[in-house]
């Protein structure tokens, strides 16, 4: 009994780190060939995205314009009531301008 037994099993294969298995390079090749068509074909499509999705700004620059000028009458008007009921006089647009300009100026002359 001294005799270690032998087995009839077949040879394991090589198991060296040169041995790679086949479906991981088949899933990178295939992302690899994915994003490769993917850059071409946006290489070679003719329009630009927004073309490609019919996008566009919602509202145009002149309207943006004209909300932004219909606050600020809005919010002098409004300032100016609050004044009124206080019992100061009413400030104008070119008033509150050179308030805005003057701040702005001591801002950045006072630095961060």
């Given at each position: 009994?001294?005799?270690a037994a032998v087995?009839?099993?077949?040879?394991?294969?090589?198991?060296?780190?040169?041995?790679v298995d086949t479906?991981?390079?088949?899933?990178?090749?295939?992302?690899?060939?994915?994003?490769?068509?993917?850059?071409?074909?946006?290489?070679?499509?003719?329009?630009?995205?927004?073309?490609?999705?019919d996008w566009g700004?919602?509202?145009?620059?002149?309207?943006?314009?004209?909300?932004?000028?219909?606050?600020?009458?809005?919010?002098?008007?409004?300032?100016?009531?609050?004044?009124?009921?206080?019992?100061?006089?009413?400030?104008?647009?070119?008033?509150?301008?050179?308030?805005?300009?003057?701040?702005?100026?001591?801002?950045?002359?006072?630095?961060?």
């Amino acid at each position: 009994m001294g005799k270690a037994a032998v087995s009839s099993a077949p040879p394991r294969p090589n198991t060296e780190a040169s041995s790679v298995d086949t479906f991981p390079l088949i899933v990178m090749g295939g992302i690899a060939v994915t994003v490769g068509l993917l850059v071409l074909l946006a290489k070679l499509y003719p329009g630009s995205g927004a073309d490609l999705l019919d996008w566009g700004p919602t509202r145009s620059y002149e309207h943006e314009i004209e909300l932004e000028m219909e606050d600020v009458e809005q919010m002098i008007e409004a300032q100016n009531a609050y004044r009124r009921k206080r019992g100061e006089r009413e400030v104008t647009e070119e008033e509150v301008r050179e308030n805005v300009v003057r701040d702005e100026v001591r801002r950045l002359s006072d630095g961060p």
